[in-house]
């Protein structure tokens, strides 16, 4: 019996003396590198064309995206959010780009969904493709090609891409480059693809930007990721923290607008995404200025109470789950877009509960941090207005310029925690 009594003692001496080498390494985890936030296609009758063609049918779109953070491995999400019925894709790759469509030697890539090269992907949901070994350096532009050999109907996808896009006719998936394929079309907005996600090392994090058309880069140059979040995630890839775009055009906190109120496509856009840990809201100018305009004529706009109470619904949401709050004041916007239908965007009395509401941002003490970009970008001469080198020319919108200012006023300690400077991800073709 006395030796039996010794046993417990024994095992928990044996265990203690395991070396810590022995001890299993935290797995990798998937980390969103990048993404475009879904919105449902909108009718003809819309102030704005759609650019996407009504019905897809034996066709491959091709696109192009600038990723944040890179990787051993990568995987694709193509979204059909919005759509009624099952989306047949036929096949898809993912590629290093090259120049225009075209793609680095080498370094094609067959997706499969499951083991197979061709899915459905089921109304109102997603298709995560399975992991392929493709590495791919911080700040990589990989292409994906999608084939479509059923008639699909284009229902889900994001509008301001900010980047040229490729629709040509039968499966090019595998083609060097399809610019020059008979027939070919093209857009800048986004076809299916949402997400591109990398294998990154334990404890990677991603910092989300949620907001509209300012963060979605509207007057941004085509093709130069120049939107105030591409800027900032090239400040942060060294530190190992992605940065993902969540904003959307014509976006809103409250209301509906070119998609989901924000609210509602919180958990979607941002909290889902692998790797979260921080979120950046620049939202509200819209809610203030579209009522009245010829978005809405007959909306009535909201008061500050209910503008406040729609932020303090999205802290508890992050906070639920762990994800710091970081809001930044609206921008100026007196003079906006002159000569257009939206002409009336701009009001003093707008403007009014604009300076308000950043007043209750930088005050209220509801957020993990604040960033000022009212005052960074405001004309001191005239603080109602852009500082004109920051100015697209709409007054609304900054241009390459004003976004490279706001990205780099932004002080990154507020960003993450616990994270050192790391070496950049460099690929190796394998």
Do not use: C
């Not at 919105?39 to 009758?45: C, F, K, L, N, T």
């Not at 292409?143 to 900010?162: K, N, Y």
């Not at 709409?394 to 706001?406: E, I, K, Q, S, V």
């Amino acid at each position: 019996m006395q030796r039996l009594s010794l046993l417990p003692a024994i095992l928990l001496s044996l265990a203690l003396s395991i070396p810590a080498a022995h001890a299993a390494d935290p797995a990798p985890s998937w980390l969103a590198s990048w993404t475009a936030s879904p919105q449902a296609v909108w009718s003809r009758d819309f102030l704005f064309p759609s650019n996407v063609p009504a019905v897809l049918h034996g066709q491959t779109v091709r696109q192009v995206a600038r990723i944040s953070v890179g990787g051993p491995r990568v995987r694709i999400v193509l979204s059909n959010a919005y759509g009624k019925a099952p989306l047949r894709i036929g096949a898809a790759t993912v590629a290093l780009a090259a120049s225009g469509s075209a793609i680095e030697a080498g370094s094609l890539r067959t997706l499969t969904f499951s083991g197979q090269t061709s899915a459905s992907v089921a109304p109102g949901a997603p298709l995560v493709s399975d992991p392929v070994e493709l590495s791919v350096p911080d700040l990589a532009r990989l292409t994906v090609s999608i084939h479509l050999p059923q008639a699909s109907p284009v229902s889900t996808f994001h509008w301001d891409g900010r980047e040229t896009a490729w629709i040509a006719p039968q499966d090019q998936t595998r083609a060097a480059r399809i610019d020059d394929a008979p027939g070919v079309q093209t857009t800048t907005a986004r076809v299916l693809l949402s997400a591109i996600q990398v294998e990154a090392a334990p404890g990677a994090q991603a910092v989300a930007i949620l907001g509209d058309s300012i963060s979605d880069g509207a007057t941004a140059s085509l093709g130069m990721d120049a939107r105030w979040p591409d800027f900032l995630a090239r400040r942060l890839a060294p530190h190992g923290v992605a940065v993902i775009n969540a904003g959307i055009s014509g976006a809103r906190l409250l209301s509906d607008g070119m998609g989901d109120n924000a609210l509602a496509r919180f958990e979607r856009d941002v909290l889902a995404q692998p790797g979260v840990r921080t979120v950046v809201v620049l939202l509200g100018i819209n809610d203030i200025s579209w009522p009245g305009t010829a978005f809405a004529p007959r909306s009535k706009r909201p008061t500050l109470e209910e503008l406040t109470s729609g932020y303090a619904q999205l802290v508890a949401q992050a906070r639920s789950r762990g994800v710091r709050v970081i809001a930044a004041t609206l921008t100026p916007f007196a003079g906006a877009l002159p000569g257009t239908p939206l002409s009336n965007y701009y009001q003093p009395e707008k403007d009014a509960l604009r300076q308000q509401l950043n007043a209750w941002i930088r005050a209220s003490g509801s957020f993990d941090a604040v960033l000022d970009f009212d005052a960074l970008a405001r004309d001191p001469a005239h603080p109602l207005r852009l500082l004109p080198a920051y100015d697209s020319g709409d007054h609304l919108h900054p241009g390459d310029a004003g976004n490279r200012a706001l990205a780099e006023g932004t002080d990154l300690s507020l960003l993450f925690t616990n994270q050192s400077p790391r070496p950049a991800y460099k690929a190796v073709l394998r």
